[in-house]
Every structure is written in C-alpha cells, then in structure tokens.
C-alpha cells in the first residue's frame, strides 16, 4: 500500500542551524501539506502546496520557513534560523485531489532544538 | 476565529464499553469534517470524512456522525487495541485544515 515517507525520524540541532525536513509524498498525488505537533499540544497546520506553488499558509508558517519541490517526488521543509520554540514532530501529508479529500500522513519527523 | 474543541480530553472505558467522543467546531466556512486516529510517535490515521449533516459513516466498532456544529465518534464494544488519541478536523475552504486537541481514549481489558 502506498505511504507517506519522511526522513530523519529524529531530528537534533543546535538553536541559529538552518535544518531540512525531507517528504516522499504519494506518487500521483497533487497536494502536500506540512504540519507541527508540539509535545502534548495539537496538530497545527503550516502550509499546503499544489501546483509547485503555495496554496495556502497559517500565521506560523513565517519568513523562516520556506518548501521547495525539487524533483517529482521530494517535498521538503527548510527552517532557516531555528529557535527553541521549532521543537516539534513535523508531519508530512499529500492528498490525491481527485479521489476524495482524506490526507496520508508520515510518520514524522521529530525535530529536537538544542 | 476558526475553532475546533473536543471532549473529553481523555477517556478510560472497560473492553465492551460503549461511548461516544464529542468534537464540535465553529468555523467560517465547512468542506469536510475527518476524523483521524493518532497513536503515540506515530502521524495521524485516516478514519472518516464527513461532508453534510446527517451524514453517518460506519467502520468496524466506529461510527461518525455530523451536525450542523458537531459531530460524534461512537465507539461500539471497544477492544483495547482501540486505546489511541483521536483527532477531528475540520478543512475550511480552501486547502487548511484546523484540528482539535484530541481525545486520548484508553480501553482497559
């Protein structure tokens, strides 16, 4: 069954360190979505993506982050500058666009900032 | 503001204990309400999408329904392998999704 992929399932950096979270989003699927989850708290959304361009994104989601697509099959994360409070489990997701609106989630990425 | 609650933030129910899980959301715009199932270190797991209300969907012990401002998981006889965190979110219009917090849900044989 076809799966979501993220990489590195951990995550440790030292505060100022640029960081890049990697996705292998669902071959075919048209939407990707990046999420954070701090510990104990909610899933909040960052930003969705689609036609090699952001669709939408939250207020979190600010000048230190940014998403590229540089191939047909990786979607990634970049933090430039990380700060104490980025400690989080990031999570990836795509969404096909045309069977349904379920999103697949990975299995995160645990980002630990030292 | 665009609000998703959820309750009860936790839940301990013995194995064959029938309940149900509350999440109720006051958003400006409504394309689908999911409910997803999180265990712990693991990404949230697809469980149902529900578009309208009145509109129920069923799967093994799981049954969601919606209304115009909530919607109900009841859990059927439930086994210990359904201890999880379950999550509902609503997408707005357009590609943003706002979850709740969670209802951590415990079954105990």
């Known amino acids: 069954e076809p799966e979501v992929t993220q990489t590195p399932s951990h995550q440790v950096t030292q505060m100022g360190q640029e960081v890049i979270l990697r996705c292998v989003p669902i071959?075919?699927?048209?939407?990707f979505y990046w999420y954070r989850q701090i510990l104990g708290q909610k899933v909040e959304f960052l930003v969705s993506?689609?036609?090699?361009?952001?669709?939408?994104k939250s207020e979190i989601f600010d000048d230190q982050f940014s998403v590229e697509r540089p191939d047909g099959s990786n979607f990634t994360l970049k933090i430039r500058s990380t700060k104490l409070e980025d400690s989080a489990m990031y999570f990836c997701?795509?969404?096909?666009?045309?069977?349904?609106?379920?999103?697949?989630f990975g299995p995160g990425t645990r980002l630990t900032v030292l | 503001e665009d609000q998703v609650t959820q309750s009860p933030e936790a839940l301990r129910l013995q194995e064959g204990e029938s309940s149900s899980l509350n999440c109720s959301y006051t958003?400006?715009?409504?394309?689908?309400l999911f409910w997803y199932r999180q265990d712990p270190g693991k990404g949230p797991e697809f469980l149902f999408t529900?578009?309208?209300a009145g509109e129920e969907k069923e799967k093994e012990r799981l049954k969601a329904t919606l209304t115009k401002k909530e919607s109900f998981l009841h859990i059927t006889a439930p086994k210990p392998e359904d201890s999880a965190t379950y999550l509902c979110?609503?997408?707005?219009?357009?590609?943003?999704?706002?979850f709740g917090p969670g209802t951590r849900l415990s079954v105990l044989p």
């Open positions: 958003v400006s715009g409504l394309r689908g």
């Open positions: 997701a795509s969404l096909s666009g045309w069977a349904g609106n379920e999103q697949f």
């Open positions: 993506f689609y036609n090699n361009e952001i669709s939408e």
């Open positions: 529900l578009y309208s």
């Open positions: 071959s075919n699927h048209l939407y």
């Open positions: 979110a609503v997408q707005l219009y357009g590609q943003n999704f706002v």
